[in-house]
């Protein structure tokens, strides 16, 4: 198991460079409950955008969609969740709190708080799904959910999607959504919240054994390659196979990507075989035909599920855990993140080597502004002096540094008009165009 005081860091680094923030902190927060800072809405916009354009905008048989929050009751009763979407509850007898009674690292934890072991409650089944009403009076409310899971979203509306975009099966439906959780014990940061962020595909198939296992293979091999893309070394991601009596009641397959973090294995992508299970209840639910009609065979069927699912703040830590890093450089000791350049919040920072200087400073805005045509996550700085500022940018794992000195003016002619690029992960320096920098970043993203 990785060290613990990594996690530490991170919830420190995080804050303190404007990625995460407790929620609602001027009022205490709420347990479960994290804000995205600046940098870190970067981060995670340029994740999803990843999973987006690797699972739905690259693909001519994914199609996306967004779904709303406010689900009917209805919804979560043909779904299962109404009744199969609990968590075994006990609670404390001498302070009344309440954990999971399948945690025994969190009973432990509490107990550690007492002068005295105390006494736990008989498990109880306790609900996750968000309830609230909606509507102008008491009386006339309608109870509804907030999603508990972005998934039944996208096979409410598989009807819609069908008769929209008439799609040849194999196909998939793609979004990414907020879901909301009552968790008993949010804990470890992002890794457990109340309130999260998910990337799904919902991808369709004739229900067949052979297409059903060949298909999941398929996917399952996909998304761990994406994962992995994220920026991870294949020694801390493992594919792990859910054992019969651990599999959701949906599933006749499922294995998860799991991380190796500070606290353990845990996961962070899940790869399921749905069967029909979703749109046969929905469809015995609501009333309404949820069958698909192949019009090159004549048949009429309910399709099966391979269902892709990963949620964004899990994928936000993991990386973060993963691009830590701290060494020496010219004989300081420094912190950077590590972070691949493709979801790195800024590509690159340019600044003059000396703010005082107006034809520095000039000519600095001018590389700046051709460089954001290349991306436009091109940062300024110019607060401090040089070592200062690559020092805070590693910190925040931007991969370029970019700066203009008295050279690039014309003081050495044969250097005229060029810059130099700084490397995050090694300090090395070179000498380039501005058009050839600008090729650096473009490559670099890529």
């Known amino acids: 198991m990785r060290d613990m005081s990594l996690m530490e860091k991170i919830v420190s680094l995080a804050k303190r460079r404007g990625f995460i923030f407790p929620g609602s902190e001027i009022y205490g927060g709420l347990a479960g409950i994290y804000d995205y800072g600046p940098l870190g809405v970067e981060l995670r916009h340029n ?38 979407f609990t968590d075994p509850l006990v609670e404390c007898k001498t302070c009344h709190e309440r954990v999971r009674a399948d945690q025994p690292e969190a009973i432990a934890a509490h107990e550690e708080s007492h002068p005295e072991k105390p006494e736990w409650s008989n498990p109880s089944v306790f609900n996750l799904l968000v309830e609230t009403r909606l509507g102008a009076s008491e009386k006339s409310a309608t109870k509804v959910y907030l999603r508990g899971e972005i998934t039944q979203g996208v096979h409410v509306n598989f009807k819609n999607v069908v008769d929209s975009m008439h799609p040849k099966i194999p196909f998939g439906i793609g979004q990414i959504g907020k879901a909301f959780r009552n968790e008993i014990t949010p804990r470890d940061f992002i890794f457990r919240l109340r309130e999260f962020e998910q990337m799904e595909l919902q991808y369709y198939i004739r229900p067949d054994e052979e297409e059903g296992k060949r298909q999941f293979a398929f996917w399952k091999e996909f998304a761990f390659s994406w994962y992995q893309s994220l920026g991870f070394d294949k020694t801390r991601l493992r594919l792990r196979a859910h054992a019969p009596d651990e599999r959701a009641h949906y599933a006749k397959d499922a294995w998860d990507i799991e991380y190796e973090t500070p606290f353990g294995w845990k996961e962070a992508w899940g790869i399921h075989h749905r069967g029909d ?27 099966w599920d391979i269902e892709c699912s990963g949620g964004v703040d899990r994928a936000v830590l993991f990386v973060l855990l993963e691009a830590y890093r701290e060494d020496e450089l010219g004989g300081e000791t420094r912190t950077y993140l590590a972070l691949s350049p493709r979801i790195a919040p ?7 080597l000396l703010k005082n200087k107006p034809d520095l400073v000039a000519r600095a805005r001018e590389v ?7 991306h436009p996550a091109i940062a300024w700085d110019d607060n401090g ?15 370029f540094c970019i700066t203009i000195d008295f050279d690039t003016l014309g003081e050495t002619p044969e250097l005229k008009d060029t810059v130099t690029l700084r490397h995050r ?22």
């Open 277 to 303: 299970w979703d749109l046969r209840r929905h469809s015995e639910y609501s009333g309404h035909d949820l069958s698909y009609f192949d019009e090159s065979t004549g048949e009429r069927f309910i399709p």
């Open 368 to 374: 700046r502004d051709a460089l954001r045509k290349a």
């Open 346 to 352: 800024i590509k690159a920072m340019v600044s003059p």
């Open 47 to 84: 994740i999803k955008q990843h999973f987006w354009n690797a699972f739905i905008t690259d693909r001519d048989d994914v199609y996306g969609m967004s779904a709303s929050i406010l689900m009917p009751e209805r919804v979560w009763e043909a779904s299962g969740h109404t009744e199969l």
């Open 425 to 446: 992960d090694t300090g090395e320096q070179e000498r380039l165009t501005v058009a050839e920098a600008a090729e650096r970043i473009k490559g670099a993203i890529q």
């Open 385 to 399: 002096n040089i070592g200062k500022r690559y020092r805070r940018q590693d910190e925040i794992g931007t991969p």
